[in-house]
């Protein structure tokens, strides 16, 4: 019979700043990273991205217009889909000032400055890979880069990395190859079916709106891919009696834009 380590206790959820601190500096840039960082939080989740000569970048939406200058510097490239840019086009855009002039200049990071910040600011990450159906291959691009950056684990569990995705093919393809990394799949499948998710997610990681008690025990009482409990971590929490709540519920991690509120609610 398979020896299963005993279910370890389970303490505060861990919180995990959303895209960065971005309640407070705008998302996926170095500036959210260190704004989370100022704060005392260790993990903090971004989007990752290909640009059309395949450079990774942080970046959530799939266009550059909500979220950089694009219109201004690059008014006849309409729909400013990111497939559509070089990396060195990405490099003049402004990420920061639809947020606030004082971030006015803030790039939009490539994957390895982002993961050189984390680095001098001790952080922890939840790399989400974002539409990985417009970008084939993007999993060994990305292991490449976290492997070429020192960040991949010599051996399940690494402490500072978690890949996750809403597809759950493009997780499945970073459990296969790279089975010591930790993965996550983002969504609330049917119950009926976690058990399949548990093959190649170490985490389950659902929407908090709608979730319950049961739900995130069916979850963990799953054992992932490497005989562990599957865990849970739910997004995106702002409010802090929901923070409360879930919490209540026995969660792993809450995924949040503002991650000191609900570490205040959750007393510190
Ligand atoms: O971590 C999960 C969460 O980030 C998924 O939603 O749209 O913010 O990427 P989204
Ligand atoms: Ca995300």
Do not use: C
């Not at 979220?67 to 490099?91: G, K, Q, Y």
Request: proline share 7%; glycine share 8%; net charge negative.
């Amino acid at each position: 019979p398979v020896q299963l380590e005993p279910v370890p206790e389970r303490d505060n959820p861990q919180v995990i700043a959303h895209r960065g601190a971005s309640g407070h500096a705008p998302e996926n840039t170095l500036a959210a990273a260190d704004a989370a960082a100022d704060l005392g939080i260790e993990w903090v989740e971004i989007d990752v991205q290909r640009t059309g000569d395949g450079e990774l970048v942080v970046l959530h939406d799939t266009t550059l217009e909500r979220t950089t200058d694009v219109e201004a510097i690059f008014p006849d490239r309409a729909p400013w889909r990111l497939t559509d840019f070089t990396a060195d086009e990405i490099a003049l855009l402004d990420a920061g000032s639809w947020f606030g002039e004082e971030y006015a200049g803030e790039p939009v990071p490539t994957l390895g400055d982002y993961l050189d910040r984390l680095t001098v600011n001790h952080q922890k990450l939840l790399l989400e890979i974002k539409s990985p159906e417009l970008y084939p291959g993007i999993e060994a691009d990305i292991l490449e880069e976290l492997s070429n950056e020192g960040w991949l684990p010599e051996a399940y569990p690494g402490r500072r990395l978690v890949v996750q995705s809403f597809s759950a093919a493009s997780v499945r393809a970073v459990h296969e190859q790279a089975p010591e990394v930790k993965t996550g799949f983002i969504g609330s499948p049917p119950v009926a079916e976690l058990d399949g998710y548990a093959q190649f997610a170490d985490q389950i990681n659902p929407r908090h709106t709608g979730l319950t008690a049961d739900y995130v025990d069916r979850i963990q009482a799953l054992r992932g891919p490497h005989g562990r409990p599957v865990e849970v971590m739910t997004w995106t929490v702002n409010d802090g009696e929901r923070a409360v709540e879930v919490a209540g519920m026995g969660v792993d991690g809450i995924i949040s834009d503002v991650p000191d509120r609900v570490r205040e609610a959750l007393g510190g």
